[in-house]
């Protein structure tokens, strides 16, 4: 038998745990004032666990999987079974047992302010717990806005020109009439099948429809996550608004400037509370989010706080890509309410809007209907690898996966099976020249600074890891050397600055401008060409020039994670798995590494780890779909 101290002082010193996670266990084990020191070790696993697993991204953690069998991954096999010795080799009962004897000040099931709650087997802390059920609220409650109208089918049918020569449905068609008539609408979809077409003809529909009911125009704003997802939201919805048959006053209403959460939320330096919240809400009648599956659980909670009670939400995404750095995987959860299918209410409105008969089913949750899945790629065609590719590691097919990659059928995908060291120093070698490209237009006495970073976002260089020789920082450290053996870039010694440095922002600084992702380019100063700046192209098109000494949080962006990448699109992407496995490579990291190329994809991994990563699927624990009713 073990005392809480002794529990986590082993586990501290198994490097499992921070010293977050530590203190946190000691304090509500010291304060639950339980007398049996196994009951409290117990305890102090719950909460440290707890702790670590919302730091994973989870939501809570369910009672069910706590058993040894299931944390064997993570702790392996000795300490598991050490560990669960220490703790009297608890079952299911045992932890419920110890949640009830910590008493309802501790832990209650969520309708007293306790520290921790426990709901359905499911621990949460209070925090998570009052987000989820939030959250949850809004989306049970979201209604059923508009009747299908002829001035809507009418728009519709100018927007959706029928194919006579197509039998099949047309999911951007239904995804519209679904949005135009739900208060809420959820649309996934992967690279390049229609989402911004889709939400420009949304947008514009919403618009012409409400200036000839109501003879007024919608507040429509539109943000993303990150700067650079809204950066890219600015570009293609501006380009697909402008290709729409409509009227250019309709289109003058669409916003064409995309804007982050944070911002649009009113972010401030001294307070971690934002402008808008519930009682001083966003002056807003439609608020459309990109990149949705990049909202953690707390973001979305912020977001439904502050939106007014009448206006829409749209939220747009790729459910297969990686969910939030920080804890909950809303979009995703929504996303699997599809399972369920349509109501016949609703399969009747979308039949009298786009004439497609869908199939209804019963007892469903009501968000259920505002769910649409775009499955049809209109980027890559059907003989592209990349398309293919992204597909099968979908699905989770291994075996297929390789195949395709070890078949070299496909002009846009090469495969570098690396398992030696030479291997390795050829992938940084394949990298080196295309970064080489990028410095060649770097031609101080004439520099154009759009052209420079527009060539260097051509190519980019993904990994899993921040650490090791596989990481980023590894990894940037070897190319930056390399290219200065070439003597493609050159700096004074020690100096971390040169020309054609590349750096990316890591922290948001809004008296810059500059946020999280954002990637600029180190150049001659215009003014003066001893000094050096660091130059960034901003959502507008402006370039911004920054010293290098007044920058936030940076560092050098040869390579990048690909949770950073997250966003983005390169015309060539290069993935670098790293030689051991580890439990973030996952089918979902691969995905998104994938889909962030346009033209080309070079994989770099052994064949047995791209083979376990494309088995792991990481799904996050929360309850958010046993709340949505
Ligand atoms: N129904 C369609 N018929 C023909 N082409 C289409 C259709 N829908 C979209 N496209 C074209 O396919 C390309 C990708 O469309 P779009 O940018 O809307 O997709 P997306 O899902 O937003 O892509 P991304 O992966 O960049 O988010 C664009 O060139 C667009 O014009």
């Known amino acids: 038998m073990v005392s809480n101290i002794a529990l986590l002082d082993k586990l501290k010193s198994s490097g499992l745990i921070v010293p977050l996670d530590f203190h946190l266990a000691l304090f509500f084990s010291r304060r639950a004032n339980l007398t049996d020191p196994l009951a409290q070790a117990r305890f102090a696993f719950l909460v440290v666990w707890l702790s670590v697993e919302v730091r994973a991204g989870h939501v809570c953690i369910n009672l069910d999987d706590i058993t040894k069998v299931n944390l064997e991954y993570r702790f392996g096999f000795e300490r598991i079974n050490n560990l669960y010795a220490d703790l009297g080799n608890p079952k299911l009962t045992d932890w419920l047992s110890t949640c009830h004897l910590v008493g309802q000040n501790m832990v209650s099931d969520g309708e007293m302010l306790s520290p921790f709650v426990l709901n359905k087997h499911r621990f949460y802390f209070q925090r998570m717990w009052q987000y989820e059920k939030q959250v949850a609220n809004y989306f049970n409650h979201t209604i059923c806005l508009n009747k299908p109208t002829s001035l809507a089918i009418k728009e519709l049918d100018i927007l959706f020109p ?170 995703g959860d929504l996303c699997e309410l599809l399972a369920h299918g349509y109501s016949h209410q609703h399969t009747l409105i979308i039949k009298q809007l786009t004439g497609y008969q869908l199939d209804a089913t019963n007892n469903h949750p009501s968000i259920a209907d505002s769910i649409c899945l775009l499955q049809k790629s209109y980027r890559f065609a059907s003989q592209s690898g990349i398309g293919i590719l992204a597909n099968l590691i979908k699905i989770g097919d291994s075996q297929e996966v390789i195949r395709l990659l070890t078949h070299h059928q496909y002009r846009d995908i090469y495969f570098y099976n690396m398992t030696t060291s030479e291997q390795y120093e050829q992938a940084i070698e394949n990298c080196v020249s295309h970064y080489q490209s990028y410095l060649h237009t770097i031609t101080p006495s004439l520099l154009d600074v759009e052209i420079i970073l527009s060539s260097f976002a051509k190519f980019r260089l993904l990994c899993a890891l921040r650490d090791g020789p596989f990481g980023v920082q590894g990894l940037n450290k070897l190319i930056e050397n390399l290219l200065l053996e070439k003597g493609s870039i050159s700096r004074r010694k020690q100096e971390a600055w040169y020309i054609g440095r590349p750096v990316m922002i890591l922290k948001n600084s809004f008296s810059l401008g500059l946020f999280n992702g954002d990637i600029g380019i180190t150049l001659p100063a215009a003014d003066d060409s001893n000094k050096l700046k660091v130059y960034f192209l901003l959502p507008n098109g402006e370039i911004k020039a920054v010293s290098p000494f007044r920058l936030p949080e940076h560092e050098t962006a040869y390579a990048m994670t690909i949770h950073k990448s997250q966003g983005s699109e390169f015309e060539h992407v290069a993935v670098i798995l790293p030689n051991q496995y580890s439990p973030l490579l996952t089918r979902s990291l691969l995905y998104t590494a994938v889909t962030r190329a346009k033209q080309t994809i070079s994989l770099y991994s052994s064949k047995t780890i791209l083979e376990k990563t494309i088995s792991s699927k990481i799904n996050r624990q929360s309850g958010l779909a046993d709340l949505l009713v």
């Open 162 to 331: 029928a194919n006579y020569a197509s039998a099949e449905i047309d999911w951007q068609k239904v995804a519209t009439a679904s949005a135009i008539t739900q208060q809420v609408a959820i649309i996934s979809g992967g690279p390049g099948t229609g989402k911004t077409t889709t939400i420009s003809k949304i947008l514009a529909t919403l618009v012409a429809v409400h200036r000839q009911q109501f003879q007024s125009d919608l507040r429509i704003v539109a943000a993303a996550p990150t700067g650079k997802a809204a950066a890219r939201l600015t570009e293609s919805l501006s380009a697909a608004v402008a290709t729409l048959p409509i009227d250019d006053s309709i289109k003058e209403r669409i916003p064409i400037e995309a804007v982050t959460l944070h911002r649009l939320l009113g972010a401030r330096i001294d307070s971690n509370k934002f402008l808008y919240y519930k009682d001083n809400p966003l002056s807003v009648d439609i608020l459309l989010i990109d990149e949705a599956s990049m909202v953690d659980l707390p973001m979305m909670s912020s977001i439904i706080a502050a939106l007014p009670k009448h206006a829409r939400l749209i939220l747009l995404g790729d459910k297969e890509q990686l969910s939030s750095v920080e804890a909950g995987a809303v979009f």
